[in-house]
């Protein structure tokens, strides 16, 4: 019987600690405790003010419009992002490229200039009217008494919305394999039943993209501030308006904005750790020799 040893491992070997490392390291302490002094030695900074108005009424009455806000949104524009997602998939030529471009004007111009537009709107349309084309009106209604700041809030943030998600939709849709469309239509099912069947699996690919656009759907609510919204920034905005403590009253606003940031955060990694389960790829199997 003969034994044949295998190949000897090698020693591994370990990096030395560059200089230049050290020197990083030193660097960002130094920048670290520098922001610190700046940070507790300057009286600008107004911490008693922080104090004040941190849990403060106004406060946590402008951070609950926030998250109302944000939730809304993001449930319209969940909605229309799936519906221009399967429009974007669609066969039809003309469907597509309508979706298409929903898209590029959503997405290609500042959500700014939207939340102001919609604000605005009604120096475009005075009367928002229901009737035949080139026939009677029906009803009207003035813009002015309809669109408020949180209409053309959730207008602006929700058509924007619809366009990321509609791309985080088309994404999960077109990660399914395509041997599950055709096996579908092979057996005679309906359009509506494919989808039926398909976005289940692609869910597992839509959810973490989705748990980041909800992080930033929450930070860009910050921008209906603009508009008179009374929402968190606006908030802090009217109290340093009236007392002048500007720093103060936006590092409170900062404060919130984020903690809750971190904490949706951590929720989207875990949600990303859960859903990338069995994803990993396989080693492919190596024969043995005889």
Not at 130 to 148: E, H, K, Q, R, S
Not at 207 to 213: D, L, S, V
Request: hydrophobic letters at 55%; proline letters at 7%.
């Amino acid at each position: 019987m003969t034994v044949t040893a295998g190949p000897a491992r090698r020693a591994r070997r370990e990096p030395r600690p560059s200089p230049w490392r050290y020197a990083a390291i030193a660097v960002i302490i130094l920048v670290v405790l520098t922001l610190l002094d700046a940070a507790i030695t300057n009286p600008n900074f107004g911490w008693p003010t922080v104090g004040q108005y941190l849990f403060s009424a106004v406060m946590l009455r402008g951070l609950l419009l926030t998250l109302e806000l944000t939730a809304v949104v993001m449930i319209v524009g969940s909605v229309l992002g799936v519906i221009l997602a399967v429009m974007r998939t669609s066969a039809n030529p003309f469907v597509s490229r309508a979706a298409w471009g929903y898209i590029w004007f959503f997405r290609g111009t500042p959500l700014l200039i939207q939340v102001i537009f919609w604000f605005n709107i009604a120096a475009l349309f005075p009367r928002i009217e229901l009737a035949v084309p080139f026939g009677p009106t029906l009803a009207g209604i003035d813009a002015n008494a309809l669109v408020t700041p949180w209409t053309a809030a959730v207008l602006a943030l929700s058509l924007n919305e619809g366009a990321y998600m509609a791309e985080i939709v088309r994404g999960g849709l077109l990660g399914v394999d395509r041997g599950q469309y055709e096996a579908a239509q092979a057996l005679g099912m309906r359009p509506g039943k494919v989808f039926g069947i398909v976005m289940p699996q692609a869910v597992r690919t839509i959810i973490p993209p989705t748990a980041n656009q909800l992080v930033t759907t929450f930070k860009n609510t910050a921008l209906v501030s603009v508009i008179g919204l009374a929402d968190l920034l606006h908030s802090a905005q009217v109290v340093y308006a009236l007392n002048y403590q500007t720093i103060p009253l936006l590092i409170v606003a900062a404060f919130w904005y984020l903690l809750l940031t971190s904490l949706l955060s951590y929720v989207q990694s875990l949600l990303e750790r859960k859903y990338s389960k069995g994803y990993a790829p396989r080693s492919r199997p190596v024969a043995k020799e005889a």
